[in-house]
């Protein structure tokens, strides 16, 4: 009686204002006892359906004349569509299955040495220590355990001294460089950004309402002078020193204290990306910005999603002291918190010394890919191809003057070779493309290596004059 009479009302078969026979009487007429029908009418009266008034009976509400189709969804003719902001976002992202890792699309972390046993029975180890709270609310800063495992690695190996709760748990370094854009910007304010520049960075800075201002990148990484020409009162710079992304040049000393004290006048604040500095093959690494920085204006940001395995979905940054508090409220919004276990089962690798060993390893594994592809390229030197010397990284950019020749070359080759010109904010001559082969076995590295010189040759006396 309840589903048929609220139907009734929706389909606008009982249309508002309309009254109703009395309880007595629908009873009659329906067979049923009075008191199920007083029931049925109390309920459709306290979900407003129905309106009783004393001495006169009962009405159908006369609210639900508002409902423009009682019942009905209209097509969507009538909707706004997506918001400006959401086509932005929308137009930056796509969602795509993921790559078979292929000549030359796999700039990720290799998988096949990943100790999977250790990693099981850690996982275990944490499940058991944690218990039940493994499964409830956790600290939106990230478990205390990994945030100390992280920064005595930091000590250790960037010579970063922090304090653990300076180190904030995220899931991925895309989601803290947008809390970051979140929480540092303004809309309209200007950042910095290098050009040619990593795009995820780019998109967080867009969609936080500010304005780009790319700065051209040399040898020695992002020319400082011309960002203060440009744009002397940025409000925040965004650099990736160790191995700039995609040049893979590194950041000079020089540069690094040029921009450090420019920050520090123009109190700005400088966010450094350091999202491959673990693999650096030869030498000794560069300081990073925020370790010779005494005025607290670097945000550090790392990814283990790199340095372990793409789902981890684990990454970190260290927050200057004044704005720990800021950006993990600003965390908390965005999804709360990282997965308990998976930080618990971390924080073990690493307490447990098996993450120094495993980057050691896999340091040797992504230098000897980097050789193979040094040595094979080396012959398209004498063609002008150039790329940088910076030992680091799980991808190489190839650059020649001639952008036409590149693009040639990209298209007669069965590679999967990303443009350079993607990644630029100006149109320029010259071209380049990546080599991404952290992912790649040596085998198929050496066969993509072999047929890109092979086309490189044959295109270079059909292109190039
Ligand atoms: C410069 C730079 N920053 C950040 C990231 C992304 O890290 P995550 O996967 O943790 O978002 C990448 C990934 O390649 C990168 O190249």
Redesign the pocket.
């Known amino acids: 009686m309840y589903r048929a009479l609220r139907s009734a009302v929706l389909e606008g078969v009982l249309a508002p204002g309309d009254r109703l026979p009395s309880t007595r009487q629908a009873a009659a007429d329906y067979g049923v006892s009075r008191g199920l029908m007083e029931e049925v009418f109390c309920q459709l009266t306290d979900e407003g359906f129905f309106q009783r008034a004393v001495g006169r009976g009962t009405f159908i509400a006369s609210e639900l004349a508002r409902l423009e189709t009682p019942g009905k969804v209209l097509p969507t003719r009538s909707s706004r569509g997506p918001s400006r902001r959401g086509l932005v976002m929308a137009a930056n992202a796509a969602c795509r299955e993921p790559e078979v890792p292929r000549p030359f699309n796999a700039?990720?972390a290799d998988t096949k040495e990943f100790p999977w046993r250790t990693w099981c029975r850690l996982q275990a180890r944490a499940a058991r220590e944690l218990g039940l709270a493994a499964l409830s609310f956790a600290d939106p800063r990230g478990l205390p355990n990994l945030s100390a495992a992280i920064a005595r690695y930091l000590a250790q190996f960037r010579g970063i001294r922090c304090t653990p709760p300076q180190v904030i748990i995220?899931?991925?370094?895309?989601?803290?460089?947008s809390a970051l854009a979140i929480l540092l910007l303004n809309h309209g304010d200007a950042v910095w950004i290098e050009d040619p520049c990593?795009l995820?960075?780019r998109a967080a800075f867009d969609l936080a309402g500010a304005v780009a201002m790319p700065v051209a990148v040399d040898e020695d990484g992002l020319v400082v002078k011309l960002g203060i020409r440009r744009a002397p009162r940025a409000r925040l710079a965004y650099v990736?020193p160790s191995h700039q992304?995609?040049t893979g040049v590194a950041l000079s000393l020089e540069r690094r204290i040029e921009l450090l004290q420019w920050a520090s006048r123009s109190n700005s604040w400088i966010v450094e990306?350091d999202?491959?500095g673990e693999f650096r093959y030869a030498g000794q690494p560069l300081a990073s910005l925020y370790s010779l920085d005494s005025r607290a204006r670097v945000f550090y940001?790392g990814?283990?999603?790199?340095s372990m395995f793409?789902s981890l979905?684990l990454?970190y940054v260290v927050v200057p002291e004044e704005m720990m508090e800021l950006l993990a409220n600003i965390r908390t919004q965005m999804d709360g918190f990282s997965p308990v276990l998976t930080q618990m089962t971390l924080s073990l690798f690493m307490e447990e010394g098996y993450f120094s060993s495993y980057l050691r390893r896999m340091r040797a594994v992504y230098g000897a890919k980097r050789e193979i592809l040094v040595e094979a390229l080396a012959p398209l030197a004498s063609l002008g191809w150039t790329w940088s010397s910076n030992p680091a990284g799980m991808h190489l950019l190839m650059r020649h003057k001639s952008g036409n020749y590149v693009r040639e070359v990209a298209r007669a080759s069965t590679l999967d070779l990303a443009l350079l010109r993607a990644y630029r904010a100006r149109r320029a001559q010259d071209d380049g493309f990546f080599l991404r082969f952290g992912a790649l076995d040596p085998k198929s590295l050496q066969t993509g290596v072999d047929e890109l010189v092979a086309v490189a040759t044959k295109m270079a006396k059909l292109t190039i004059k």
């Open positions: 700039g990720i995220f899931n991925s370094a895309q989601q803290a460089l990593y995820g960075a990736t992304y995609p990306d999202y491959d940001l990814t283990l999603n790199k793409v979905r990454a």
